[in-house]
């Protein structure tokens, strides 16, 4: 596993008294985690991604969605959440096709290579988590409290 330095914000709430609030400890594990999946994706040949992608992919469902609608559910503007689209679009990731519903508007849909980064990406998550469950003896339990309170907000 990859070593990671925190930034010094993050390094003196570690070595602070007190147990640090939940934000705190979630955003240095989810800044390794982008890292962590970055590396191993570049291992499997996805070297032209970034992190900013992610905006992109985690919300592209299966049947597709439009530019306005993918900007909203990534909580992002319309102008840098097609950046970030058209750059995928053009590194063979995604395809914008006419919506069927609307002739002037477009659907961002899944290409093959963008199905394929999704089939690695899940396997680099199934490892991640081994990894994860390497450094703490009770990980799925902490899996499980985290969905709990997810569905909990829902």
Known sequence: MATRRFDAATEGMLAGPGTPPLPALLRPLLDWYQTRHLELMTERGFDDV?????AVFIHVPAQGIRLTD????????KQAMG????????KGYFEKIPDPTDGRAKL?????RGE???RATMEVFGHLEGEL???????????????????ALS
Do not use: P
């Open 116 to 118: 394929e980064a999704h």
């Open 70 to 77: 993918l900007a909203d559910a990534a909580d992002q503007s």
């Open 83 to 90: 950046e970030l689209v058209d750059d995928l679009v053009a």
């Open 108 to 112: 961002i849909v899944w290409a093959e």
């Open 133 to 151: 469950s390497e450094l703490t003896e009770d990980f799925e339990g902490l899996k499980e409290t985290l969905l709990a309170v997810v569905r």
């Open 50 to 54: 970034r992190r900013a992608h992610n």
